[in-house]
T-cell receptor, first 114, second 114 residues
Framework: SQQGEEDPQALSIQEGENATMNCSYKTSINNLQWYRQNSGRGLVHLILIRSNEREKHSGRLRVTLDTSKKSSSLLITASRAADTASYFCATVPFYGGATNKLIFGTGTLLAVQP | KAGVTQTPRYLIKTRGQQVTLSCSPISGHRSVSWYQQTPGQGLQFLFEYFSETQRNKGNFPGRFSGRQFSNSRSEMNVSTLELGDSALYLC?????????????FGPGTRLLVL
């Protein structure tokens, strides 16, 4: 399976704390993206990092990418109860052709306690 | 702008039946992709369409098929349903289907096969 893996599988923290999720993938990539999913609903795009970038910020989100280790991490700072959701990394593999096919990781379930 | 819509939202079928799911992308978007989400296999890529052409296909049996119409709306069909086809089916749209475009997901169709 090409599917990536994420750890931890589940994470429980208090409001105001930081949450870090890690993602590992298997193939060469064009870019890596992070998505959030609330209670089995649709996915919401959070942030995209290109294969030639090492770090990216968006609001309270910080993403790092290490292509030599085929891994990425997502840091959510000053978490809120509303951040409670499942978080997925997804890679767009490098095919050399036109595609936006996403290969998803296994996901991390984040619970933020008020 | 209205988001991605999927119909129906919930569906119950019995083994051996067939089902058709519909996805209407965001107005102006020409690329539609489909994903299957199950507790066991996670999020898996089914198909990708751009301008009525299937550009990519996931590793699913031939019972799974899809198409895209000239107005960019897309349908996927599953014939001879099996219990294992019970899943949340998600579609996503993007403007031109480029690798670095944000994809917008619909709320999904939850299919239960009895």
């Amino acid at each position: 399976s090409q599917q990536g893996e994420e750890d931890p599988q589940a994470l429980s923290i208090q409001e105001g704390e930081n949450a870090t999720m890690n993602c590992s993938y298997k193939t060469s990539i064009n870019n890596l993206q992070w998505y959030r999913q609330n209670s089995g609903r649709g996915l919401v795009h959070l942030i995209l990092i290109r294969s030639n970038e090492r770090e990216k910020h968006s609001g309270r989100l910080r993403v790092t990418l290490d292509t030599s280790k085929k891994s990425s991490s997502l840091l959510i700072t000053a978490s809120r109860a509303a951040d409670t959701a499942s978080y997925f990394c997804a890679t767009v593999p490098f095919y050399g052709g036109a595609t936006n096919k996403l290969i998803f990781g296994t996901g991390t379930l984040l619970a933020v306690q008020p | 702008k209205a988001g991605v819509t999927q119909t129906p939202r919930y569906l119950i079928k019995t083994r051996g039946q067939q089902v058709t799911l519909s996805c209407s992308p965001i107005s102006g978007h020409r690329s539609v992709s489909w994903y299957q989400q199950t507790p066991g296999q996670g999020l898996q890529f089914l198909f990708e369409y751009f301008s009525e052409t299937q550009r990519n296909k996931g590793n699913f049996p031939g019972r799974f098929s899809g198409r895209q119409f000239s107005n960019s709306r897309s349908e996927m069909n599953v014939s001879t349903l099996e219990l294992g086809d019970s899943a949340l089916y998600l579609c996503a749209s993007s403007l031109e289907g480029r690798t670095e475009e944000t994809q917008y997901f619909g709320p999904g169709t939850r299919l239960l096969v009895l």
